[in-house]
Nanobody
Framework: QVQLVESGGGLVQAGGSLRLSCAAS????????MGWFRQAPGMEREFVAV????????YYADSVKGRFTISRDNAQNTVYLQMHSLKPEDTAVYYC?????????????????WGQGTQVTVSS
């Protein structure tokens, strides 16, 4: 079993940047695809970005493409989400998730393990 802890959220002005981190602990020897999802107030949780175990495959939501970058450091058991050019509509709780698969998927129901979330607030 893998446990996930997110960090790096906060309050930032529109146009600013933040980097989220997701630290994995526990049974990290298995191959896990990792994803970032977010949930804004009153909205359904949505896919943001996912990355394969090797880091060679990434997918992004259209709304963040070109502004966000997902990466991972398997030696540190950490996944990152670098966010630039933030907009007020990026305001949400951001969740890290793990899927026991080498290949990532965008469907959140395939992700069995979730972190507690970290709040990102972008002011206009």
């Amino acid at each position: 079993q893998v446990q996930l802890v997110e960090s790096g959220g906060g309050l930032v002005q529109a146009g600013g940047s933040l980097r989220l981190s997701c630290a994995a602990s526990g049974r990290t020897s298995s191959s896990y695809a990792m994803g970032w999802f977010r949930q804004a107030p009153g909205m359904e949780r949505e896919f943001v970005a996912v990355i394969s175990w090797s880091g060679g495959i990434t997918y992004y939501a259209d709304s963040v493409k070109g502004r966000f970058t997902i990466s991972r450091d398997n030696a540190q058991n950490t996944v990152y989400l670098q966010m630039h050019s933030l907009k007020p509509e990026d305001t949400a709780v951001y969740y890290c998730a793990a899927e026991r698969s080498a290949v990532p998927h965008k469907r959140e129901e395939l992700y069995a393990t979730w972190g507690q979330g970290t709040q990102v607030t972008v002011s206009s």
